[in-house]
């Protein structure tokens, strides 16, 4: 998968593993991720995808933190949570939310298979044990889009490794080092917050 890493990625690491800022850099990223996937949904549907998105997104922060203790790098335990997505977007048939295409689901399951067992994940699976207690919202299912899937927002191509793509646009393999210093209050939504106290 091709994803994209810059500070905001890292200072958004740092605000979820530090105590009391890591519940308000949560909620933050669970929005912001819910925002932009309805974004790539048809405006019709994006209203009863949202709880669900929102529930979902909330908890693929548990297993983004279970992934970095288990020694992946950050843009491996990101790439985690946007596979685990993929597979629930796959499920319902919302192909056109997808990042990739749905012939390489198992090709990104394998690359992190000792991982999702460990956790009870599958591809039928999303979230594994990280399934929420109160559970997730449901939300209708369009099979349609599997019948015959555009995936005009997946690009293919890239299931053997973790992609990064840098904000000097260069395409990295494996990710890029943590920069030292990185303030947790960047992370996306909280330098908002700081910026209007």
């Known amino acids: 998968m091709k994803i994209r890493q810059n500070i905001r990625h890292w200072a958004a690491k740092q605000a979820l593993t530090t105590p009391v800022l890591g519940d308000v850099a949560r909620e933050k990223l669970v929005d912001l991720h819910t925002r932009i996937f309805l974004e790539k949904a048809d405006k019709d549907r994006r209203p009863e995808r949202r709880d669900?998105?929102?529930d979902f997104f909330a908890a693929t922060m548990d297993s983004y933190l279970a992934a970095?203790?288990?020694g992946h790098t950050e843009a491996e335990a990101r790439e985690i949570t946007h596979v685990q997505a993929n597979f629930d977007f796959f499920n319902y048939g919302w192909t056109e939310m997808m990042e990739i295409p749905g012939?390489?689901?198992e090709a990104h399951y394998r690359r992190y298979e000792q991982f999702f067992v460990r956790h009870g994940i599958t591809i039928d699976d999303p979230l594994g044990d990280f399934h929420p207690a109160d559970g997730v919202a449901d939300a209708p299912e369009t099979p349609e889009g599997l019948e015959e899937p555009a995936y005009e927002n997946a690009i293919a191509g890239f299931d053997d490794d973790v992609y990064v793509e840098t904000d000097e646009g260069e395409t990295v393999v494996g990710g890029t080092?943590?920069?030292?210093?990185?303030?947790?209050?960047?992370?996306p939504g909280l330098d908002e917050d700081v910026q209007a106290d």
């Open 103 to 105: 012939d390489e689901l």
């Open 177 to 187: 080092e943590e920069p030292d210093g990185v303030d947790p209050t960047e992370a």
């Open 68 to 70: 970095l203790e288990a």
């Open 52 to 54: 669900h998105l929102d």
